[in-house]
């Protein structure tokens, strides 16, 4: 080979290696001044020095921290967000518990959630019941419809709710569909398509397109929402497919939701309409969307809190630990993941050593096996602290609720896991009231009679071999 080519190709690989390691030390410099909790950074420095090929990629896709990125300014935000706040009840007006009044203060001046008071909320188990109520609310909506899901399968279920909403449209009223583009990966885009003929505005969260792939794939908009005239709304954690309904090969599907009516409505639609607006870049804050609402049903007082990958506070989590360190008597957990943070399960933890009656209720068999998994090898200190935990006999339990001390209950689209708390768009209502703490405690306790409770002396005799696999599995509980 002539010496002149020899030396060009010398030239040249000297040149990418040398960007390369630039690159890769780059990478480690700006993981190091994001200044996040160490033991997320070093490992992520480790594998780009160790991995540097297939690091560079899995940093791209699940490593990188958006917190101080926004996908809408402050001044859109105020503009969507001002209605909602100008029919709000004055806070002075509501009687907090004084236990929680940081809370509620901890919520607002990180999400701007004020509190709403006395809205009504039906509680649903099962899905037959919440497409029921779904339905009927959807066929009698004179004004406007919006319509957000993290999955919204082409099934029999989906395809019903798609002919209410194309026959609303049909008749004059203001339909709008927003669904999670991965979420919905697996749906054929003539599903979608036959309610943008039918004249449906629908819009995909984060759109992921090949080859144009990006980091966006690792953050999901999981939440449920449903704003109907703006006087109904829906939350909680089903989706629209059939398995809510027909349940999986080993038994029911049990989740829980929520119908609203009442001034909480304004705050589902804010929360829309804000998500609105990142996928369509319509602002929308007509008076009509938030109807004035004189109606008071009951005593409760609600907030909604939104999280997400950006913004600087991961305020689900930090929620979560504030209930748990300043629970009195007990706390009750339903979640199909159980993939706590550090502080979250250092919380918990310290709770049950303290006397406080933690339970925590899983799904014995789950939709995800490595998930579920991970999830068993968080479950020996647990139970060594003195912590309850139950398994869900008669099918996959994906409930996500909280309940602390027959006052304080959190419900919503957020699991107890990595993903819920630090990249996933999620929402969840905080509910200040012992009736409708009562009524979900009731609830707990029903399922806990169709559940297996672990006996610690049992539960930790498995074989080296499970709990080797298990401990396994919770390194990875970051991306699970």
Not at 221 to 237: L, M, P, Q, S, T
Request: aromatic share 12%.
């Amino acid at each position: 080979m002539p010496l002149g080519l020899i030396h060009m190709q010398w030239v040249v690989t000297s040149i990418i290696l040398i960007s390369y390691i630039i690159t890769i030390v780059g990478l480690a410099l700006v993981i190091i001044m994001e200044n996040r909790n160490p033991l997320k950074t070093i490992p992520w420095i480790l594998v780009l020095l160790l991995a540097p090929g297939i690091g560079l990629i899995f940093y791209f896709f699940f490593g990188q921290d958006n917190r101080k990125q926004r996908i809408i300014s402050r001044r859109t935000y105020k503009r969507i967000i001002t209605p909602p706040l100008r029919n709000r009840i004055q806070q002075d007006d509501c009687k907090i518990n004084e236990n929680y009044l940081p809370l509620t203060h901890l919520l607002n001046k990180a999400r701007r959630t004020p509190v709403f008071y006395g809205t009504k909320m039906d509680i649903y188990t099962s899905g037959t019941e919440k497409y029921k109520a779904l339905s009927e609310a959807l066929l009698n909506a004179k004004h406007h419809i919006h319509l957000q899901y993290y999955i919204f399968c082409d099934d029999e279920t989906g395809n019903y709710i798609k002919s209410i909403l194309i026959k609303k449209a049909k008749e004059g009223v203001k339909v709008r569909v927003m669904y999670d583009d991965v979420g919905c990966w697996n749906v054929k885009k003539q599903f979608f398509d036959e309610m943008r003929q039918a004249g449906i505005e629908v819009f995909p969260f984060l759109k992921v397109v090949f080859p144009v792939f990006t980091s966006k794939v690792n953050y999901r908009n999981h939440r449920k929402i449903v704003v109907i005239d703006g006087h109904i709304g829906f939350i909680g954690g089903m989706n629209i497919a059939d398995r809510y309904v027909k349940g999986v090969p080993w038994g029911v599907w049990r989740d829980t939701h929520f119908r609203l009516e009442g001034k909480g409505v304004h705050a589902l639609q804010a929360s829309f309409l804000i998500d609105w607006y990142v996928v369509s870049k319509q602002i929308i804050n007509d008076i009509a969307y938030y109807p004035k609402i004189t109606d008071v049903y009951g005593d409760n007082i609600m907030q909604l809190v939104t999280s997400g990958p950006v913004g600087h506070w991961r305020i689900l989590l930090q929620a979560y630990i504030y209930i748990v360190a300043n629970a009195k008597k007990y706390v009750y957990i339903q979640t199909p993941y159980f993939l706590p943070t550090e502080g979250l399960n250092q919380a918990l933890q310290t709770a049950a050593l303290g006397g406080i009656d933690v339970r925590i209720m899983l799904p014995e068999k789950s939709d995800t096996r490595t998930a579920n998994m991970a999830t068993r090898s968080f479950i020996d200190d647990m139970i060594k602290a003195g912590a309850k935990i139950y398994f869900y006999q008669l099918g996959f339990l994906h409930s996500k609720l909280l309940i602390s001390d027959d006052y304080i209950s959190s419900v919503g689209s957020a699991n107890m896991d990595f993903r819920s708390f630090e990249h996933n768009f999620e929402a969840n209502i905080f509910v200040y009231q012992e009736e409708f703490a009562l009524r979900l405690k009731k609830i707990f306790m029903h399922d806990a009679l169709h559940c297996e409770q672990l006996v610690p002396s049992v539960w930790l005799k498995r074989s080296v071999k499970e709990r080797l696999t298990e401990s396994f599995m919770r390194l990875f509980s970051p991306l699970l």
